[in-house]
DNA sequence: CTTGACTCTCACGGTACGTTATAGTTTATA
DNA sequence: TATAAACTATAACGTACCGTGAGAGTCAAG
C-alpha cells in the first residue's frame, strides 16, 4: 500500500505517515524503485500499536522506545492498553456526567461546588499509569538503548539519518564505490562520538548478523540492511589496514 | 483563588494558566497589589468552558474567538458540546472493541482485515462537528472580531500586549501621566494600522463605553478598562488639536 | 526576621506535525 | 500517444501549546 491509501484508512495525514519515517518509528518494509514508500501488512499492525499508544497520551519518542525494544511483547502490551483504554473511558464518563451536571446548573437548577465542576478532567488519574511505567518507564530499558538514549539529539538524529541513507544503497555489491561511501560515513560518524579502530569496526559489524537484537533494529530501516552493513563494514576495515 | 489553587483544583499547570492569560484567552478577573493573579467563580466557569472545548480538540485560537464572541450562547455550546462528547465517547467505544478483537487477533483466534484494525480511529469523522462548524465556522463572526482577525499576528500580539499595560494603569487618574502615556502608546499603534485622527479616535473610545461588544471584549482585560479609556482617549485627543 | 512556599516576568526549548515550494512519477483521458 | 490530473518525493520553514529553568519579588508561619 502506497503513502495515501495507508492516510485514508487509517484517518491520519500523508505528513504523519513522513514524519514517522523520518524520525524513524515507522519505515515502511519497501520502496518502488521511484523511490515511493510502501507499506506492508506488518507495518500496518505496528501502525495500529503507535495509534494505541498516541491515544493514550504517549509521546513519539517513548512509542518508538516501546515497540523496537527487543523484549517488546505486544500482547502483554494489549492487554495494558486495553485496562488504560477502559479507564480512559471512564474519566469521559465523568466528564460528560459533568457537563451534564453543568447544563442543569446553568439553568439555575442545581448547585454545583468549584471541585464538582472540573469532575474528570483530571487527565493524570490514570491507575494503569504505574503499571505503564513499570513496563515501559525510563528504566526498563536494554543495553542497547541505553546508548542511543544516551546520545545527543544531534546525534540521534544523523544516526537515523546515515541508516536510511545506508538503507538505499543496501542492494548494491557491498564494494562498490557508493556501497563504500556510505560506509565511510558510518565510521566516520562512530569516530565522532567515540573510538572505533577499524578492527573493532569490522567487530561491530560482525555483531549486526550475530546479534539478532541488532539485526532487528538495523532491519527496521530496510530488509537485509544488517547484511549489507556487515559485509562492507568488513571491506571498509580491510581497506583502512 | 491564586493561579496555584486554580490549577490543583482542576488539575492543569500554573503554566497553563499563565499561557492562557498572555494569549488573552483567560485574564484573570483580579489582580493584588503585587501582580499576583486571582482568578473569580466566573473565571471558573469560563475556565471549563474552555477544558470542554479543549477536550473536544478545537485549538487555543478558536476556543479564543468561539467564547468572546459577544452573540456566544452557552446553553447553546453546552447542548452541541455534550452531544459531541457522547459521539467521542461512541469513537471510544469502536476502538475499544478494536483492541479487544486485536487482542484475539494476535492469538490467532480470529481474522481481521485491514479496515476492520482501524475502526475507531478516525478522528474527523464526528457527525456534530458539522453543526459545530455551522455555529462556530470561520464565517460566524461578528464585525469587532472579523477586524481583528483581519490583523496579523504580530498585530494581534501587540494589540494584546497594549491592552494589558492599559489594564494595569486604569485605576489611575485619566489624565494622569502614566494613562496619559499609555493612550498615547494605543493612538499610535492605531495608526500603524489604520487612521485615525483624533475626532476619530475620541469617537472610537465613546464606542467603548456606548456599545456593549466593545465594552465586554475590552472589559475582559480588567473591569472598567473601557470607561477608563474612553476617559483617557478623550483627553488625549483634546490635547492634540 | 528568616525560611519556605508561592508568585511574577522573561525567554529559550521541544514535540508533532501543517504548510508551502519544487520537482519527479504514475494513471486517466482526450 | 500526448498531456493533464493525481500522486509521490525531499527540503525547509512555520505553528500550537505549553515545559523548563533563571532571577527576583511576596507572603504566612514559626
Same mark, same amino acid.
Given at each position: 500500500m502506497k503513502v495515501k491509501e495507508v492516510a485514508d484508512l487509517v484517518g491520519i495525514s500523508v505528513r504523519t505517515l513522513h514524519h514517522y519515517d523520518e524520525i524513524g518509528l515507522l519505515i515502511p518494509d519497501d520502496t518502488t524503485g521511484?523511490?515511493?514508500?510502501?507499506? $506492508?501488512d506488518e507495518n500496518l499492525e505496528?501502525? /495500529? /500499536?503507535?495509534?494505541?499508544?498516541?491515544?493514550? *497520551?504517549?509521546? +513519539?519518542?517513548?512509542?518508538?522506545?516501546?515497540?523496537?525494544?527487543? $523484549?517488546?511483547?505486544?500482547?502483554?502490551?494489549?492487554?495494558?492498553?486495553?485496562k488504560m483504554l477502559l479507564e480512559k473511558k471512564n474519566r469521559l464518563n465523568k466528564m460528560i456526567r459533568t457537563l451534564e451536571k453543568t447544563i442543569q446548573y446553568s439553568k439555575g437548577e442545581?448547585?454545583? $461546588? #468549584?471541585?464538582?465542576?472540573?469532575?474528570?478532567?483530571?487527565?493524570?488519574? #490514570?491507575?494503569?499509569?504505574?503499571?505503564?511505567?513499570e513496563k515501559w518507564g525510563d528504566k526498563a530499558v536494554d543495553e542497547a538503548n541505553e546508548k542511543v538514549k544516551s546520545m545527543s539529539d544531534f546525534e540521534q538524529q544523523k544516526f537515523n539519518e546515515i541508516y536510511?541513507? +545506508?538503507?538505499?544503497?543496501?542492494?548494491l555489491p557491498a564494494?562498490?564505490?557508493?556501497?563504500?561511501?556510505?560506509?565511510?560515513?558510518w565510521y566516520l560518524f562512530l569516530n565522532k562520538i567515540g573510538n572505533y579502530s577499524p578492527e573493532?569496526?569490522?567487530? +561491530? *559489524? /560482525?555483531?549486526?548478523?550475530?546479534?539478532?537484537?541488532?539485526?532487528?533494529?538495523?532491519?527496521r530501516f530496510g530488509e537485509g540492511l544488517s547484511k549489507f552493513m556487515?559485509?562492507?563494514? $568488513?571491506?571498509?576495515?580491510?581497506?583502512?589496514k
Open positions: 521511484s523511490g515511493y514508500r510502501v507499506y $506492508s505496528t501502525l /495500529q /500499536q503507535i495509534l494505541f499508544f498516541r491515544e493514550l *497520551g504517549f509521546p +513519539l519518542k517513548k512509542i518508538k522506545e516501546i515497540i523496537h525494544n527487543p $523484549s517488546f511483547d505486544r500482547q502483554e502490551a494489549l492487554e495494558i492498553q486495553h442545581i448547585k454545583m $461546588s #468549584n471541585k464538582e465542576k472540573f469532575e474528570g478532567f483530571d487527565f493524570s488519574q #490514570n491507575p494503569y499509569e504505574q503499571e505503564a511505567r536510511r541513507k +545506508l538503507a538505499t544503497l543496501r542492494h564494494d562498490s564505490k557508493e556501497a563504500q561511501e556510505g560506509i565511510k560515513e573493532a569496526f569490522k567487530g +561491530l *559489524g /560482525q555483531m549486526y548478523v550475530n546479534d539478532e537484537r541488532f539485526t532487528k533494529n538495523i532491519d556487515c559485509e562492507a563494514m $568488513s571491506i571498509y576495515a580491510d581497506n583502512q
